[in-house]
């Protein structure tokens, strides 16, 4: 039997799905390069700051995101299926949901940024800069939140170039409004840091109503209308919670790990930060290909178990997007050491950051083949299948009862180097990607959920 999918339709599909997602990912991490090399400009003091107050934003995203694709993998099966009318009570479903809890974290940013910041600084200059910071881009996040779904719900229906023409319009605005905002060019006053902020604040506001626009008038192959907002429905809300809920917490057991990592460096010497932070962005840069793959991969395997194929034609699928993981994950590795030198040029660093920047790069590189397995294996596969346990479990015990307690070990007790600080926190990733594969090669991870 054969173990891979021959057929070079599902390539072509899985690539013509990924391109517009990768150039959005692109364009989105295009915002924080360039946000980065503005804020170096103002100060390395403030670049950090800004930095650790998006450590929160990161975690946000990350369960804003989980909820949205809670949503994909649902719309995507019954997309499968060709089932409209449940697509758009999906639409709206998860539209209220991300809508309310963001509104909740808006709340929790304004009126508890200094203490919420304090976990991950305890330097006072940053940690005042990153608390006032945090509550002024905070109200941007509702509005983020609904783009984010409506996003993912058009990826369930394969309409990922959506997300790209609209992104194509907000984010080069963002970074224009950043600009004049940051540095007080033409009439904008000179807001510092304040003004990535207020751009960024401004340019979700243009791209959500850009993206309504073209959900409630152009798009056809739903037909949603401002109507379809108040549809309900308790079996899919409660399918939508069953989807959601081990997702989430996934996302919460990782994206707060995560974070804690970074606070872990956080606690170090400034140049440290501004290092790792500087090797971050890259390995971000990166992470915009295997993501649009990861989310491509996700959207055609689920709608394969939607559509109700045997068996064996989705564990072929599974293997050739294990594959596809491995070889992506080579492949960026080895791209991040060749184009290091050029990043780094970017930056005005002193020569210590850049020390450490390239310590930092080297690891994430090595890390990358063994991410490119978690992104397709856990997360893909396993999600697009209903298996959103095996991921939240793995969390717990290799992340928070492993890696972060040897780290700060590491740090705090044994004062060992940051790049051995660095590689035990991302061992995560490798032990991940190892359960993931074990997993997927089981083929015990799919589950009827529609």
Known sequence: ??????????????????????????????????????????????????????????????IAGGMSVAACVLISQYWGKRNLDKIKELYAIGIRANFCFAFLILFL??????????????????????SSFLRVSSFAYPLCAVSIMIFACFRGIEQTAVSFFVNLISYPLNILLNYMLIFGKGIFPKLGIYGSAVG??????????????????????????????????KQLSK?????????????????????????????????????????????????????????????????TIGSGADRVRIKKEAYSILLIGVCGGITLGLFTVMVQEAFLSLFPLSEMTTYYAKGFILILALIWPFSGVEMTGMIAILRAGGDGKTGFISDIFT????????????????????????????????????????????????????
């Open 200 to 233: 960024t604040l401004t340019a979700r506001l243009i791209e959500l109503v850009i993206l309504l626009v073209f959900l409630l008038s152009v798009d056809r192959k739903i037909s949603f209308c401002f109507a379809d907002f108040l549809r309900k429905n």
């Open 399 to 450: 992340m928070w009862l492993i890696t972060i307690p040897l780290a700060s070990i590491a740090a705090f007790v044994l004062h060992l180097s940051p790049f051995v600080v660095v590689i035990i926190v991302k061992m995560n990733i490798v032990l991940e990607a190892t359960v993931g594969f074990i997993r997927v090669l089981s083929m015990k991870w799919i589950k009827k959920i529609i």
């Open 239 to 303: 399918d939508f919670r069953k989807v959601a809920i081990p997702i989430v917490a996934h996302e919460v057991i990782w994206s707060v790990g995560t974070t804690a990592g970074s606070s872990i460096t956080g606690r170090l010497d400034v140049l440290v930060v501004a290092g790792y932070n500087v090797a971050n962005i890259l390995y971000q840069c990166m992470g915009c290909f295997m993501n649009g793959i990861l989310h491509a991969c996700s959207v055609t395997i689920g709608k």
């Open 1 to 62: 039997m054969e173990t891979f999918v021959k057929d070079w339709k599902f390539y072509k599909k899985i690539f013509f799905l990924s391109i517009p997602i990768i150039f959005q990912q692109i364009l989105r991490v295009m915002v924080d390069l360039c946000d980065s090399m503005m804020l170096s400009r103002v100060g390395e003091i403030e670049m950090a700051a800004v930095t650790q107050a998006q450590q929160l934003f990161f975690i946000f995203y990350t």
């Open 109 to 130: 940013f304004s009126f508890f940024s200094k203490e919420i910041m304090g976990f991950y600084s305890t330097k006072g200059e940053v940690l005042n800069l990153s």
